[in-house]
């Protein structure tokens, strides 16, 4: 038995249907900055991590990548409390950029409201989001979201970037955690 099994309630999206979706996402893109010329995707660790490296290769646009690494204070893996910090910085200057965020899961929105205040204070010449999952239901800040890979339910979920207490981000899958297994 592997060691996620226990935590495992069902496989919600498979490793075929990630990479599918996350093909006609990078095609989209790839059409939308076709004359941008000046593209940055900035990941947002650790959790978009998985996300950039499969969606980067289907963006055939000529492009950067930087990472910001971000927290929320109190954590316990179901709720953030809206105090989100910088824990990593870009390492690249953004103003009169085009920059699309890449990250993982938007829940209650708290931590990329966050996210998109400090940039657009930084004055980009364009922000977009591109999340691969999106639970509307948990949404309480408002968010625009420009490219959503799959809406899901209120699950907690795991696997391809997104924890179970820190581990588990290597599965090529995204899975539901059993209720009695959920952290925090
Ligand atoms: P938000 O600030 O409530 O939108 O929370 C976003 C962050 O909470 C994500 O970047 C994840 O790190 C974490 N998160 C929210 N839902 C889940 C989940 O179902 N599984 C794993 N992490 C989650
Ligand atoms: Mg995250």
């Known amino acids: 038995m592997k060691a996620y099994e226990k935590y495992l309630k069902e496989v919600l999206i498979d490793e075929a249907a990630l990479q599918q979706r996350v093909r006609e996402l990078g095609h989209q893109i790839t059409q939308d900055?076709?004359?941008?010329?000046?593209?940055?995707?900035v990941c947002i660790l650790k959790g978009g991590i998985m996300f950039l490296v499969d969606l980067a290769r289907h963006i055939d646009v000529p492009h950067e990548m930087d990472f910001l690494a971000v927290s929320s204070y109190g954590r316990g893996a179901r709720s953030s409390t809206g105090s989100v910090r910088i824990?990593?910085?870009l390492s690249v200057q953004v103003e009169g950029?085009?920059?699309?965020?890449?990250?993982?899961i938007i829940d209650s929105g708290q931590t990329l409201r966050f996210v998109?205040?400090?940039l657009e204070a930084?004055?980009?010449a364009s922000l977009k989001l591109c999340t691969l999952l999106n639970k509307p239901q948990r949404r309480t800040v408002d968010i625009p979201i420009d490219y959503i890979g799959f809406d899901i339910?209120?699950?907690?979920v795991f696997g391809y970037g997104l924890d179970?207490?820190?581990?588990f981000r290597n599965l090529p899958f995204i899975a539901v955690v059993k209720p009695e297994m959920?952290?925090?």
């Open 33 to 41: 900055y076709a004359d941008c010329g000046d593209l940055l995707l």
């Open 87 to 89: 824990d990593m910085d």
């Open 116 to 118: 998109m205040d400090v």
């Open 97 to 104: 950029r085009h920059l699309l965020i890449v990250e993982d």
């Open 122 to 124: 930084r004055k980009p």
């Open 164 to 167: 179970l207490d820190e581990k």
């Open 182 to 184: 959920v952290y925090g």
């Open 153 to 156: 339910e209120d699950k907690f």
